[in-house]
DNA sequence: TTATAAAGGATAATCTTTATCCTTTGTTAT
DNA sequence: ATAACAAAGGATAAAGATTATCCTTTATAA
């Protein structure tokens, strides 16, 4: 159980219980959506409300602690923050994995293409997983 | 003003008016999302419902006769199935681009490195477009 | 034409997310 | 350690988004 008190004040946001466990979820689950945090929440905070899941989301994804990502055909999930990459999602069981990938050559024939000036790419792959074929 | 009524009969669906003009706006738009598309519609039909638009677009979404994508920090927008392509989206103009890119080389990497038999990509490049910038 | 399943409109119901208000608490400065 | 205070949490209402229901109308095929 990693302590991310720190980490949490880092980015602006004061380090409460509940702000920790959500931290905690995250980093356990790798990639969760609201309602799936939700009941692990009340776990531990019997009475917690789901607006304070929202405001917290919100307020870690403005200060770029967490990350959004929308899955196709699903509900986003969210993810602690870490070094850029891309997702596999398994449409059998749901599972969303991270993915290393170099996408210079991609990124840069787009923005000779296009002639955007381009900031961030989000790339999600849907399939199935090597466990559930 | 293009027919749709084939493509639609082509898709299972009835070529109902309301939803030759569905049709005909996201061809005109090439992206739109359900509030824009609402407001066009109810320009040619004073009293449509919301509730018809969201019924045609998720039974055209089943049907496969458009598709969804869906953009960072912003509502899902609806494109009339075309080729598969990638797509760009203006934060500023909020414009959404259709772009084709080489992705072979990345989705076999991604395949080696998961192990997962992919059947879908979704890519979109968030930035500042050529007339924005 | 006619028959009929399906679609449209009106509206209620059901999520989903945000706003409000008051109490509690984390943080900073004594 | 204590006090001060802005910020966060909980309860709940409000607002927004999407779906369900019911009845009328219509597109399609016989
Ligand atoms: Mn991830
Ligand atoms: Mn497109
Ligand atoms: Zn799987
Ligand atoms: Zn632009």
Chains 1, 2 share one sequence.
Do not use: W
């Amino acid at each position: 159980m990693i302590d991310f008190t720190d980490e949490l004040r880092l980015h602006n946001l004061k380090a409460t219980p509940q702000r920790l466990a959500m931290s905690d979820a995250m980093y356990v689950n790798g990639h969760i959506n609201i309602d799936a945090l939700y009941l692990i929440m009340l776990k531990k905070f019997h009475s917690i409300s789901l607006a304070t899941i929202y405001k917290n989301i919100n307020l870690m994804l403005e200060n770029s602690f967490i990350q959004e990502v929308k899955i196709p055909q699903d509900k986003s999930v969210y993810e602690l923050s870490k070094d850029i990459h891309s997702h596999l999602v398994c449409q059998k069981c749901k599972e969303v994995f991270d993915i290393n990938l170099e996408l210079e050559t991609v990124l840069s024939e787009a923005q000779q293409q296009s002639g955007f000036k381009i900031c961030k790419t989000s790339l999600v792959f849907s399939g199935i997983c090597k466990k559930c074929q």
